[in-house]
C-alpha cells in the first residue's frame, strides 16, 4: 500500500534552516506530483509547494516563495523540501502527499505521519 514517511522536522531559530524528506513506496513514484502541506495549531491545512512527476516544474505558495525549494530524487523515490530563513509562522506539521486517481473510486489523497517543524528563538 502507499506509505510515505516523512523526516527532517525540528526546533530551529529565527533565520535558520530545515531539509524535509519524504520517502515513498507502494506506488510508481515517477508517475506522479508530489507536495508539501503544513498545518500550524488551530489552523487548516495548506499547501506548500508541489513538483511535477520529473521535476520540471514546481508551484509554492506565496508566503513560502524565495525561502522554500522542492525538489525530488526518482532513483530514491524521496522528495525533498528545503526550508531557509524561517519564521515563527512557518510553525507546523509538515505533511508529505501523493494524490491517485483510483479506478471506480476517484481520487484518494494519501498523506505521511507528519513532522514537526518548530520556528523559536
Known amino acids: 500500500q502507499v506509505q510515505l514517511v516523512e523526516s527532517g522536522g525540528g526546533l530551529v531559530q529565527p533565520g535558520g534552516s530545515l531539509r524535509l524528506s519524504c520517502v515513498a513506496s507502494g506506488f510508481t513514484f515517477i508517475s506522479y506530483p508530489m507536495s508539501w502541506y503544513r498545518q500550524a495549531p488551530g489552523k487548516e491545512r495548506e499547501l506548500v509547494a508541489t513538483?511535477?512527476?520529473?521535476?520540471?516544474?514546481?508551484n509554492y505558495a506565496d508566503s513560502v516563495k524565495g525561502r522554500f525549494t522542492i525538489s525530488r530524487d526518482n532513483g530514491k523515490n524521496t522528495v525533498y523540501l528545503q526550508m531557509n530563513s524561517l519564521k515563527p509562522d512557518d510553525t507546523a506539521v509538515y505533511y508529505c502527499?501523493?494524490?491517485?486517481?483510483?479506478?471506480?473510486?476517484?481520487?484518494?489523497?494519501?498523506w505521511g505521519q507528519g513532522t514537526q517543524v518548530t520556528v523559536s528563538s
Open positions: 513538483i511535477t512527476n520529473i521535476g520540471g516544474s514546481t
Open positions: 502527499n501523493v494524490d491517485i486517481v483510483r479506478h471506480l473510486i476517484g481520487t484518494m489523497k494519501y
